[in-house]
């Protein structure tokens, strides 16, 4: 039994069942053995590979689509410039150095900002940009509000723990996590709870069906639309996940490049769910931010001319960031800008 096993036996047997969010924040984050706290699980060597590491073009096309974003909004001087989630820091140094090429104001007015819970990734972040004039904060709440927000979180939002409930005659049940024989195990509370935050229509749901809840993403999604709503800017989030609110379970674990059970080694593989665009993109628009998007990978990277560049690069990674079988369809953009500002570059009209 890994380390990390051993206390979450001893959590759950002082305090009970632990909620499937808990455990999830619990795997990925715990200081000194999660997920994310103790490797770097990025890259062929690590558990799995994200799109500013299957190509250059990634960062590139994301860097001039903010180029373009900050150029329609006047140009504002300072900005702050914010990534959720960096990972290496591969996204960031692709985007300045094509932002670089374009317009040298855009680099000289931004602010970047990296919010990063990960100390191995925060050293992997400082070698990455170590010849830009970065700052680091543990989450969004410590960045100043006082300029305008232009912020990127790619792969970010699935890694954010979600909560699940399951519907019995009785109503719905939330997912716990305990213990039995030495394994850790999913089971349900016993008693219904109440479920405020399931749309009507899919309340009266069959029989063992799913509901995933992400308070965490919705909370980044109204901050963030918040700041852009007082003083501009725009916010692009990529992730795989669906469009509509809708039942089933997402919940999986990715370790060495293949799926396996979350509940086996906490701490030792990639625990993630689907984003659910839709109420990212409600959450935005209750806070009174235009939205664009949700709209595929594939479609917003040929819009952004993905192919002219590939030809240029003789980069043969296009067809993995935008065939729909791989990285072009299941992955999502989505866009928030301040209400009445500019189209966004990439988007339909
Ligand atoms: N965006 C990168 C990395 C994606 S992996 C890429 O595309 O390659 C998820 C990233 O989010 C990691 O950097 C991880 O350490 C970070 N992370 C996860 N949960 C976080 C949280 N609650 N706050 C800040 N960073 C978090």
Redesign the pocket.
């Known amino acids: 039994m890994n380390a990390l096993k051993e206390k979450l036996f001893k959590l759950i047997a002082v305090q009970g069942p632990v909620t499937l969010g808990q455990y999830m924040q619990f795997a990925?984050?715990e200081p000194e053995h999660g997920y994310?706290?103790r490797a770097d699980?990025?890259g062929r060597a690590g558990d799995f590979i994200?799109?500013?590491?299957v190509s250059q073009m990634f960062g590139e096309l994301i860097g001039l689509f903010f180029v373009q974003a900050w150029r329609d909004r006047k140009s504002p001087a300072p900005f702050i410039l914010a990534?959720?989630?960096?990972?290496?820091g591969?996204?960031m140094a692709d985007m300045m150095r094509a932002a670089g090429q374009v317009e040298p104001g855009f680099g000289a007015a931004a602010r970047i900002v990296l919010?990063?819970?990960?100390p191995v990734?925060r050293a992997a972040q400082k070698r990455t940009l170590g010849h830009l004039s970065v700052h680091w904060v543990?989450?969004l709440e410590t960045v100043v509000a006082d300029a305008p927000f232009f912020v990127v979180?790619?792969?970010?939002f699935?890694?954010?723990p979600i909560r699940q409930f399951v519907k019995s005659e009785r109503g719905w049940h939330e997912r716990m996590v305990t213990t039995q024989k030495g394994m850790l195990r999913l089971v349900a509370t016993p008693e219904p709870v109440p479920v405020p935050f399931i749309p009507a229509r899919l309340r009266g749901a069959d029989r063992g069906a799913v509901f995933e809840l992400n308070d965490?993403a919705e909370a980044f999604a109204r901050d963030i639309a918040r700041r852009i709503g007082r003083k501009g800017g725009t916010a692009l989030i990529?992730d795989y996940g669906y469009t509509k609110t809708a039942l089933g379970d997402t919940f999986q674990a990715v370790q060495d490049h293949r799926y396996a059970d979350p509940l086996a080694e906490p701490g030792d593989a990639?625990l993630t769910a689907h984003v659910d665009f839709a109420r990212l993109a409600e959450t935005a628009r209750e806070q009174g931010a235009d939205v664009f998007g949700p709209i595929a990978q594939g479609q917003f990277l040929e819009a952004l001319g993905i192919g002219v560049r590939a030809q240029r690069l003789k980069d043969t990674a296009i067809d993995r960031l935008t065939a729909p079988e791989k990285m072009g369809t299941l992955f999502k953009v989505l866009a928030f800008a301040q209400a009445g500002s500019p189209p966004l570059p990439g988007f339909p009209c």
């Open positions: 990925l984050s994310y706290m699980p990025l994200t799109a500013p590491e990534e959720l989630g960096p990972g290496r591969t996204l919010i990063e819970t990960s990734l543990d989450n979180a790619n792969e970010f699935d890694a954010l965490q990529v990639d």
